[in-house]
């Protein structure tokens, strides 16, 4: 077969991804980018507002609040579910019978997710007199509900995200298994303790992995949606404090049907996403350590 008949080959395979993409992918977020500068409801054409839906986001208390929310569960978020899912993968990669077993069931919440039917659990748990007031009451705590408590929502959310901290886990379960046994080995000849193997040794050589699993939970932990929507009944209730950017941007949409000023968010969204990632790798250069670097 030649150079040229392989090459159309090549994009006769690729062909059906191509059109996937271009139709579900490209086409959407063009015809966004044109809805953020026009007022358009779904009921009537779109008329051409310029910035109009950009000055009046910047002027939105409310699109504030929601900017506000979820850059708190960002920056609290994913760091506790990283770190919870570092160390149960230090944990897993101690030799042990029933080894697989041990890991399947620490992977199995994350099989399920942050869906929908965990969402309604959460809240049934964290509801007045659920499951959590009812622990409380027995280590003579104040009851309430975490639902309905502004103080607690946030702290909610962090546990739900934590609890599906398996497939992180089972990425740094791999890094982990990369690290030569060597390098302990000499460390521990020279006299250095399990801490300071940790920082010396399994952090640096952890680094690419740490970095992934960072890149990927902060952009996933922009997007939230359905806990939020299922927990606060679509409102993002109480007092605003589960009003996620992606979920007032559904209120905005889909509610009020204002679909210029939701696609503006959206591409607000994409912009601070985009600045944040092209951030984490920018200093990822002074932290992150790969093999055969002279660093």
């Known amino acids: 077969m030649s150079r ?8 006769a395979f690729l062909s059906p991804w191509l059109v996937g993409f271009v139709a579900l992918t490209v086409f959407p977020m063009m015809a966004s980018l044109y809805l953020a500068f026009t007022d358009y409801d779904l009921f009537r054409a779109p008329q051409w507002v310029g910035l109009a ?6 002027q ?11 850059a708190i569960y960002v ?21 042990q019978r029933g080894q697989g077993a041990y890991r399947s069931i620490f992977y199995a919440p994350s099989l399920i997710g942050a869906s929908v039917s965990i969402a309604i659990v959460w809240r049934a748990m964290f509801i007045d007199d659920g499951i959590v007031d009812r622990i409380q009451q027995l280590f003579g705590l104040p009851a309430g509900g975490w639902v309905g408590d502004p103080s607690k929502t946030m702290p909610m959310f962090v546990l739900l995200a934590v609890w599906t901290f398996g497939a992180p886990t089972v990425i740094f379960l791999a890094g982990l298994k990369q690290i030569p046994a060597e390098l302990y080995e000499a460390a521990s000849m020279d006299g250095a303790g399990p801490l300071r193997k940790f920082r010396s040794i399994t952090i ?11 890149l990927l939970e902060t952009i996933g932990a922009f997007q939230v949606f359905g806990s939020a929507f299922i927990i606060s009944g679509g ?13 007032y941007l559904y209120i905005k949409g889909f509610a009020q049907f204002d679909m210029g000023y939701a696609s ?5 969204l ?14 990822s250069n002074a932290w992150v350590h790969y093999s055969g670097d002279s660093r």
């Open 264 to 268: 503006a968010m959206a591409w607000v």
């Open 235 to 247: 409102t993002g209730g109480p007092a605003d404090s589960t009003l996620f950017y992606t979920l």
């Open 270 to 283: 994409v912009v601070v996403v985009g600045v944040i990632t092209a951030i984490l790798f920018r200093t």
């Open 53 to 58: 839906n950009f000055t009046a986001l910047f």
């Open 60 to 70: 939105d208390p409310r699109f504030w609040t929601s900017a506000k929310v979820t």
């Open 204 to 214: 640096p050589m952890l680094s690419p992995v740490l970095f992934f699993n960072l």
């Open 4 to 11: 040229h008949a392989e090459t159309r080959a090549g994009f």
């Open 75 to 95: 920056v609290v978020g994913t760091p506790v579910k990283l770190a919870a899912a570092l160390a149960v993968a230090l944990l897993l990669n101690v030799q």
